[in-house]
């Protein structure tokens, strides 16, 4: 098993940014693929931004290519992933995920998941 707890959200205005933390923990034998996922009410959980074992690949959502960025510190006993969001826009407000599987599923079906972070943009 994998837990993941996030932190960093909050209440920022439009324009500004903030940055999100994801910390692992559980299984250190595997270094899974990690992504950020977001949720309004009432609406299903979107995909935001994804990033391969390595680091080395990553892949975003339209929405957000060119304002949000992800990434991740492998070291040992430290495996955490961050997402960087700048020039933040109202629509930007959700729930955010963090989310830990195969490279094959992290962008559709992670096994894995935080509890969630609340980010609210006002304008």
């Known amino acids: 098993q994998v837990q993941l707890v996030e932190s960093g959200g909050g209440l920022v205005q439009a324009g500004g940014s903030l940055r999100l933390s994801c910390a692992a923990s559980?299984?250190?034998?595997?270094?899974?693929?990690m992504g950020w996922f977001r949720q309004v009410p009432g609406k299903a959980r979107d995909f935001v931004a994804r990033?391969?074992?390595?680091?080395?690949?990553?892949?975003?959502a339209d929405s957000v290519k060119g304002r949000f960025t992800i990434s991740r510190d492998n070291a040992k006993n430290t495996n955490t992933v961050y997402l960087q969001m700048n020039i933040l826009k109202p629509e930007d407000t959700a729930v955010y995920y963090c989310?830990?599987?195969?490279?094959?599923?992290?962008?559709?079906?992670?096994?894995?998941w935080g509890q969630g972070t609340q980010v609210t943009v006002s304008s």
């Open positions: 559980g299984r250190s034998d595997i270094t899974y693929a």
């Open positions: 989310a830990a599987g195969s490279e094959l599923l992290i962008a559709t079906r992670p096994p894995f």
């Open positions: 990033i391969s074992p390595s680091g080395r690949y990553t892949d975003y």
